[in-house]
């Protein structure tokens, strides 16, 4: 089922093209003194322009590009653009035929007759309608799917692939029906610009994107499964991935009986001159039942790496306060483990100069923020990471929890059927020094950040502070 987060997200270049298109549209009615006689029409015109707008920014958001992370603040904050846009275009777009049909009533025959398929006898126009009529249909096939039915991640990333043939119905729905957009030259050459590309960018995608993209060839160079838990160790092949901890990758395992789809995982591990890194992945679906098949030596490919997630731990200019929700405790496990491990720095002399400004993290003058790291769970049962938590603890230089606490660290197992809701003033009454000038960085459940969010406000703490993972794809 479809989750939209409801953090403040970026979306000005998006309200400009709208905006722009209405003006473009009406600009040119009024220039050729071009004016309807039905009212209805302009709500209606007016909706199928802003969905249509809407539809390709979905589609341009989908292609990973760097700059569009960057705009955006981390591909998790484009994807929930790109689904709160989803979610407005479909309801928008519903008003289209609705308006159009709505001079047929009081006939409910002849209203929904209208907005059905018609056989084009002796008009060409009706060609073109049924076109619309059926993207229109494949549309509300493929964001009902999305928006009620809880589907395998491996199934709703095929039926979005779809997306592009409701696209190209649009497009020759537009062609055929000769109406406002081919009518006037500016709107025309902007509308069919803005497709264009947006075709382009699906293309990019769907046939281009496994071979063009930011790729890296690893290698299998460890695998361990612990209570439900994969660890991958993966080792490049040739070309190093540069990553911070607490990215994202999109895994693809080149062995027979394992699917070669896209499945993003969190890096749980930090950056190391070998290019090797950890992949933390919990056995939830059936791609990852399946990767109790992979063995030491297995090839694999790597997209990316994504996210913004961890830039304002690795500042280290305030402490953390590290909060996950069920499986959003991945996004964390990258930081915790940089946090504890400080025994792996470098000397700056061993660090190539390049590295030295964009990975501060791995030299020895760096000094981790004191984290404080709270997993919450409804039930004990759910907890699958908190093995691997306390066992980075352990390992680390720490070697204890003791030392750990002494250093200015923390880590809470909060089961929430039993100790009551997590709240922020849990973390004000456990957390020494307070919160005021710390860094809070949530990831779980949309409603459990939505409220910590509400929480820390009131507590004083501003939004700059406040650093959210949104990565929830459906």
């Known amino acids: 089922m479809l989750t939209t987060s409801r953090t403040r997200q970026n979306l000005l270049p998006v309200f400009l093209s709208v905006a722009l298109t209405l003006a473009l549209w009406l600009g040119s009615k009024w220039y050729f003194d071009d004016w309807f006689t039905n009212p209805l029409k302009y709500p209606a015109k007016a909706a199928s322009l802003t969905a249509l707008v809407l539809m390709c920014w979905c589609i341009f958001l ?27 275009s479909f309801g928008i777009i519903l008003m289209h035929p609705l308006l159009l049909a709505a001079d047929q009533l009081p006939q409910p025959g002849a209203f929904f007759g209208y907005m059905w398929l018609r056989v084009p006898v002796g008009d060409p126009y009706f060609v073109g309608k049924n076109f619309g009529v059926i993207a229109m249909i494949v549309m509300a096939g493929l ?24 696209l190209l119905l649009v497009i020759i729905h537009i062609a055929w029906v000769s109406a406002d957009i081919i009518a006037y030259p500016l709107l ?9 590309l947006t075709m382009m960018a699906f293309i990019y995608t769907r046939f281009f994107y496994r ?10 160079a460890h695998i361990e499964y612990t209570g439900g838990i994969f660890e991958l160790t993966l080792s490049p092949r040739g070309e ?32 190391n001159l070998g290019g090797n890194f950890k992949l933390g992945i919990k056995e939830v679906g059936d ?21 913004r997630f961890s830039e304002k731990f690795l500042s280290a200019e305030r402490d953390c306060i590290l909060i996950g929700g069920g499986i959003g405790i991945t996004a964390f496990i990258g930081m915790w483990h940089v946090a504890l491990h400080s025994e792996e720095q470098l000397d700056r ?60 660290h923390h880590y809470e197992l909060h089961i929430s059927s039993v100790q009551g809701r997590f709240s922020a003033r849990h973390v004000v009454e456990n957390v020494t020094g307070g919160v005021l000038d710390r860094n809070i960085f949530l990831c779980g459940p949309i409603p459990m950040v939505r409220s910590l969010i509400e929480q820390f406000h009131d507590l004083g703490i501003p939004d700059e502070q406040i650093i959210v993972e949104d990565f929830n794809l459906i």
């Open 287 to 307: 791609h990852t039942r399946k990767l109790h098949l992979l063995e030491k030596g297995d090839q694999v490919t790597v997209y990316g790496p994504y996210g």
């Open 188 to 196: 025309s050459i902007w509308m069919y610009s803005v497709l264009l």
């Open 240 to 271: 190093k991935m540069d990553f911070k901890p607490s990215q994202f990758v999109y895994l693809v395992v080149h062995k027979p009986d394992i699917p070669p789809e896209f499945h993003p995982y969190s890096i749980a591990s930090g950056y």
């Open 62 to 88: 989908s292609t990973r590009f760097r700059f569009l992370e960057d705009f955006f603040g981390g591909l998790d904050k484009v994807y929930q653009v790109h689904k709160r846009l989803g979610r407005w």
């Open 211 to 220: 071979s063009r993209g930011p790729r890296y060839a690893y290698v299998v």
């Open 143 to 166: 964001i009902a799917m999305t928006l009620w039915i809880r589907i395998p991640y491996h199934v709703w990333k095929r039926t979005h692939e779809w997306f592009g043939m409701v």
């Open 349 to 408: 002399h061993q660090v190539p100069e390049k590295l030295r400004s964009t990975h501060p993290e791995i030299i020895r003058t760096w000094k981790s923020p004191r984290v404080a790291l709270y997993y919450v769970c409804r039930t004990p049962d759910q907890a699958t990471f908190d093995e691997e938590i306390q066992r980075e603890v352990i390992l680390s230089q720490f070697h204890g929890f003791k030392a750990m606490e002494e250093r200015g």
